[in-house]
């Protein structure tokens, strides 16, 4: 993991390290909104970001969930890859982490042994 002291360098579509209080545990997502974002997931998981479409590669199965998110200053919005089976800021009753929260930047994977090695995304990561 890379420890972020500069949260300007973070970049949608990074994998995040991050601790969640609602949930009581630290978990790894990919960012997706920054502070100020508009963010729309529209059906068939088609995701826009102030009002731009955005390609998502790294999604393995997309859901069927309209949702609608207004980050605010300081807060982060993360989702998970496996959208249909990710339990993330779409479905937590507060949806944004703040930056005091973010620990670092994954880079690795460590676990399961059998993933062990650098992060592979999209269907590859489903055989990898």
Do not use: C
């Amino acid at each position: 993991m890379k420890k972020f002291y500069n949260k300007s360098k973070l970049k949608r579509g990074d994998i995040i390290v991050f601790y969640s209080y609602e949930l009581k545990e630290r978990l790894v997502k990919r960012l997706i909104g920054l502070p100020g974002d508009e963010i729309v997931i529209k059906d068939k998981g088609q995701t826009f970001i102030n009002g731009i479409k955005i390609e998502e590669p790294y999604v393995v199965y997309p859901e069927n969930l309209d949702k609608k998110f207004k980050v605010p200053k300081n807060k982060y919005l993360f989702l998970g890859d496996n959208r249909a089976d990710s339990f993330d800021a779409r479905r937590w009753v507060n949806p944004y982490i703040d930056g005091k929260d973010i620990e670092g930047k994954a880079q690795f994977v460590r676990y399961p042994f059998n993933r062990f090695g650098k992060f592979v995304i999209g269907t590859d990561a489903l055989t990898h």
